[in-house]
């Protein structure tokens, strides 16, 4: 779960939005769904990363990992006293945490996609013709 929009590389609505239980039994919407890409650090390195099915969540404070959502997906974790691996199907660490209070804070970093501007026209100029100049106003879309 993410609460940051602009990490998304992959992104779709939720119409209607879906409400999610949290721990504390408190619920919140989520209005969408995609993919953020990460590093993930272990015995100082780091491994590219796609988390996949990322719920977007812009009232969430923080972000969240499921443990049952990673070993859905054939990843294990391994919980050893105030530590924690992330294992993927290889059985190779790619991910270390440390217990920080009741939460496991995990070593990544989100890559942000870069960004394009784009030109919104209302007809395509012909040649020699100057643009309109709906042309020189541009909107700024993540890729």
Do not use: R
Request: charged share 15%; glycine share 6%; aromatic share 10%.
């Amino acid at each position: 779960m993410c609460s940051n929009h602009s990490w998304f590389h992959h992104f779709s609505p939720l119409v209607p939005p879906i409400k999610v239980v949290l721990g504390d039994d408190s619920s919140i919407l989520t209005i969408g769904v995609g993919h953020l890409s990460t590093h993930m650090y272990a015995n100082g390195s780091s491994k590219p990363v796609v988390l996949q099915d990322v719920l977007y969540i812009p009232d969430l404070y923080g972000n969240l990992l499921s443990v049952f959502h990673f070993a859905w997906h054939g990843t294990e974790m391994c919980f050893v006293d105030k530590g924690c691996l992330v294992l993927d199907q290889c059985k190779d660490i790619i991910c270390e945490g440390d217990l920080y209070g009741n939460l496991y804070i995990m070593q990544m970093v989100t890559i942000i996609p870069d960004s394009a501007h784009i030109a919104v026209l209302d007809c395509f100029p012909t040649e020699g013709e100057a643009p309109p100049e709906t042309a020189l106003i541009t909107e700024t879309f993540a890729s």
